[in-house]
Structure formats: structure tokens, C-alpha cells
Nanobody
């Protein structure tokens, strides 16, 4: 699976962005698609995930009331809508794909088999 993430940029606190991740190379019916982020000096952390086949979604507690993950099957693309952005959301955001991932490990980066190149989101205060 090849993943191409885009949509990052500079936004003021309280603003919104939508990240996109286009997938190619495989059908995604057996995959979980996730978004992770990594801030400077910090470990990569889970943000959100969606089970492609049924649309079940999972969120980190820090974003669950502000971010929304969804997919467009016709475009083979997964999105991350980010509202009420905070300076603490500043990071490089990565999309990733995991094959046949169970819920218990859906938040663990090493679970994911494929990664996109990352897109930088900067939130100014």
C-alpha cells in the first residue's frame, strides 16, 4: 500500500484543517487506516483510526471532541478533519495502514504496516 498524505499548513489557534491521505496499490477492505502525529522531541502518538470495511472509528482522548476521521471509498482516501486546533496539536501528521488490526493494538504505531510521508501542521497561538 502506498500512502500520500497532504493538507497540512499553518493555522491560528481555534482554526480548522482537513488532512487527506490517498491510498493506492491494494484494496483496503481488510485494513485499518490511522492517523498519528509526532511533535519535535516527542514520540509518535496515535490520533485516530477507522476500520475501512465498516467505518468504525477510534480516537485519542486528547482529540476525540475536536477531530473526526472518515473515509471515502470511491476515492480510496481517508481524511482527518481537525477543529478547534490548539498549539499543542502542532506536529507532523502521518497516515498509516494496518492489516487485520484488532482493537487492542490499534493505537500502537508498530501495528501499522505502511506509512505515508507526513504532513506538517503548525498551530500558532
Amino acid at each position: 500500500v502506498q500512502l500520500q498524505a497532504y493538507g497540512g499548513g499553518l493555522v491560528q489557534a481555534g482554526g480548522s484543517l482537513i488532512l487527506s491521505c490517498a491510498a493506492s496499490g491494494r484494496t483496503l477492505s481488510s485494513y485499518v487506516m490511522g492517523w498519528f502525529r509526532q511533535a519535535p522531541g516527542k514520540e509518535r502518538e496515535f490520533v485516530a483510526a477507522v476500520r475501512w470495511s465498516v467505518g468504525s472509528t477510534y480516537y485519542a482522548d486528547s482529540v476525540k471532541d475536536r477531530f473526526s476521521i472518515f473515509r471515502d471509498k470511491t476515492k480510496n482516501t481517508v481524511y482527518l478533519r481537525m477543529n478547534s486546533l490548539e498549539p499543542e496539536d502542532t506536529a507532523v501528521y502521518y497516515c498509516a495502514a494496518a492489516l487485520q488490526c484488532i482493537i487492542g493494538i490499534i493505537r500502537i504505531p508498530s501495528t501499522y504496516n505502511y506509512w505515508g510521508q507526513g504532513t506538517l501542521v503548525t498551530v500558532s497561538s
